[in-house]
């Protein structure tokens, strides 16, 4: 029996985070792919289009005209898929079958009036307006009594359901708090009641003590990928001072975590030489007024591109009815993406 070795042997490696596993089989990277490829089209767009319904001055849908805006510009969402309205109620049967009226709001946030634009494309500076009006939403919305979450996030690409190529992302606030940030709320508690510090902060530190997965770092701020990493160039930024929310942000912070986002963002864009199609999103702690000492703020980047431009990562059969799975190591896809920060 050889020695164990991860870059060869399948292995199931833990996220501390949400308390699940991913499997790894590095081995089948080297397979031939004869699956589905995507269309890669064109990333040419005017710096306005007159049918786009995000461009300044443009008529959105329900017949309300933009503003003429010339950096940041947010809306509520005129399809939102939560509403401020929605009355409190239940429907149950039994013990098996329970549904419950969920109250939230849904924004839409143009990051630049330029249709042409993403955020790697994007100045630092005007990124900064983007992380400031995060910040303001997230606190003002966390103070209304009915919303205990915040989620802030982004789909880029229409490969990830992005609707509209102007570079915009989104906001839902509602009453509860949602599958994911609750895993993590849970998980980050447990470890910072036994070891009264962060579990992110001594991941980070492991990070950088080892220094395979790092993708790009500043005075503030870490984007690497994470050991238990599922999508194949996912990443996830942390903050080097643990704090709860993007609220605690200093000035400086927001500087850092403004440069950070477009340094990783524009490495995406060189993987394939194409504008990087992701889903990304802050997790941060929920706004229910409870001290969540544990939580340590982060984002989390998943891009589905896997062999190319034109190859997309399916989660399906397996990953679908066991766990996820992942071929490229996280160490391998952290080497190619550090490589390409300039």
């Not at 940030?181 to 470890?191: D, M, N, S, W």
């Amino acid at each position: 029996m050889s020695t164990f070795d991860l870059t060869e042997h399948p292995h199931r490696r833990y996220n501390p985070l949400t308390g699940e596993w991913v499997l790894v089989s590095p081995h089948r990277s080297k397979r031939p792919w004869q699956g589905q490829q995507e269309v890669v089209s064109g990333d040419e767009r005017p710096a306005y289009d007159p049918t786009c319904y995000l461009c300044p001055g443009n008529e959105r849908a329900n017949g309300e005209q933009n503003p003429d805006y010339a950096s940041t510009f947010v809306f509520d969402n005129d399809f939102g898929a939560l509403q401020p309205s929605t009355p409190a109620g239940s429907f149950t049967k039994g013990s098996l079958i329970r549904a419950e009226s969920e109250r939230g709001i849904c924004k839409v946030i143009c990051f630049s009036p330029r249709h042409d634009l993403t955020l790697p494309d994007m100045d630092v500076a005007d990124i900064r307006k983007v992380v400031d009006l995060w910040q303001r939403e997230y606190e003002e919305l966390g103070k209304l009594d009915f919303i205990r979450y915040v989620q802030i996030f982004e789909n880029k690409g229409a490969v990830m359901g992005c609707s509209n190529p102007h570079p915009h992302g989104q906001i839902w606030a509602q009453s509860t708090v949602p599958v994911e940030p609750a895993k993590e709320t849970h998980q980050q508690a447990q470890y910072f009641e036994t070891h009264q510090r962060s579990l992110l902060q001594d991941y980070l530190a492991l990070e950088l003590e080892e220094r395979t997965r790092i993708v790009a770092e500043n005075a503030h701020f870490v984007a690497l990928v994470p050991f238990w990493a599922v999508w194949p160039f996912e990443t996830i930024i942390i903050s080097k001072r643990h704090f709860q929310h993007i609220g605690q942000m200093s000035e400086d912070e927001k500087d850092a975590f403004s440069s950070i986002l477009k340094v990783l963002t524009a490495a995406y864009d060189r993987v394939f030489q194409v504008s990087f199609p992701y889903s990304s999103g802050i997790h941060q702690s929920p706004t229910d007024g409870q001290e969540y000492p544990g939580w340590h703020f982060h984002m989390h980047f998943y891009p589905p591109l896997l062999r190319s431009a034109s190859v997309k990562k399916f989660m399906v059969g397996y990953e679908m009815l066991g766990n996820p799975q992942r071929d490229i190591t996280p160490e391998a896809a952290a080497g190619l993406l550090s490589n390409l920060v300039r």
